[in-house]
């Protein structure tokens, strides 16, 4: 079991990093993959790319080949891939990542949401966050 499972600080305490729930570049990759496999400490690492270690973590496990997915818990899956990366320096993670990765770019959709941000309070009739007006019963 990873030794650095959780947040270095409580979530509620400090602010979020600066980019937390950023999309993954593919030079964030390459440096959590060359930490890795030089050994640098998942807290580290996560400074370095301005993240939680708990998303480094979820990286990670997005990284194993589909088997381990399902098998090696999200706190483990540094250590796990970390073990794959010596035991294959040609291990490729981004096979992997090219399958599972489910959120793709789209910029179109990346225009509503950035417009629908811009209107404070009113959001798009098609918005789940849109107030719907509740259903009366019917004795009243």
């Keep these: 079991m990873s030794t650095e ?13 600066q980019r937390a729930g950023s ?3 593919a030079r964030d990759s390459e440096i959590l993959l060359d930490g ?29 080949p589909p088997h381990l997915q399902t098998t090696v818990l999200r706190a483990d899956a540094d250590v796990v891939l970390r073990g794959l990366l010596a035991a294959d320096p040609d291990f490729d ?12 770019r789209h910029h179109a959709r990346e225009e509503i949401l950035t417009q629908a941000g811009k209107t404070v309070g009113r959001w798009p009739s ?8 509740r259903p009366r019963s019917p004795g009243g």
């Design 23 to 25: 999309h993954w570049s």
């Design 5 to 17: 499972s959780h947040d270095a600080a409580d979530p509620g305490s400090e602010p979020a990093p």
């Design 126 to 133: 098609w918005s789940p966050r849109r107030r719907r007006p």
């Design 36 to 64: 890795l496999r030089t050994g640098i400490p998942l807290v580290d690492l996560a400074v370095s790319l301005q993240r939680r270690v708990s998303a480094l973590q979820a990286r990670c496990k997005k990284m194993l």
């Design 93 to 104: 993670v981004e096979a992997n990542l090219d399958r599972t990765t489910s959120r793709r």
